[in-house]
């Protein structure tokens, strides 16, 4: 059996683990850490994508070959699973005395393959789903418009909290993006 095949052999029969007094599954665990993280300080990770449901394969990915490729957004979990393993990962820190300082979504394969993502980026807050998501990674201009949008909220949030040193806008490649300034 060559080794990929192996691979998803394993995975296959692995996924399957639950742990009966929560049920949450042992082997992709939805909620980990927090972990430190040199830009976001302490990092609580969501990994809301089963193993290797990638859009690309990376020769150079960490978790190895790509499993299943698709470019086709669907629910991998219910929401109220992520939130009840993230509501409970950030208890367990809290009790060990642990603070977490960013919520990052990081799964085992392509985040925006989730159809429930949106969901969990949006909290009505302009200016704090902006500052969130831009610390993380740019955003295009057309993807805050759209935010902005959605938050019935204007480009002059934006505009203050450039001016404010607080959001970077940068233009590449003949398109604009922000991105958080993160400072000491």
Known sequence: ?????LREAVLARLS???DPETGVDVVRMIAFGPVPSRRLGRS?????????ICTYACAYCQLGRTIKMQVERQPFYKPEQVVRAVREQVEKAGR???RVDYLTFVPDGEPTL???LDGFVFTGDVEEDLLSITAVHPMREEAVGKLLARSQ???STVRRLV???RLVQV???GRVFYLRKLGR
Do not use: R
Not at 1 to 5: R, V
Not at 44 to 52: A, C, D, F, S, Y
């Open 1 to 5: 059996m060559d080794p990929g095949t």
């Open 153 to 155: 909220a204007d480009w």
């Open 171 to 173: 233009e590449y490649g």
């Open 16 to 18: 399957t683990v639950i």
């Open 114 to 116: 989730d159809a429930n």
């Open 44 to 52: 609580l990770g969501i990994n809301h994508v089963p193993p290797k």
């Open 163 to 165: 001016a404010q040193g």
């Open 96 to 98: 060990a005395g642990v």
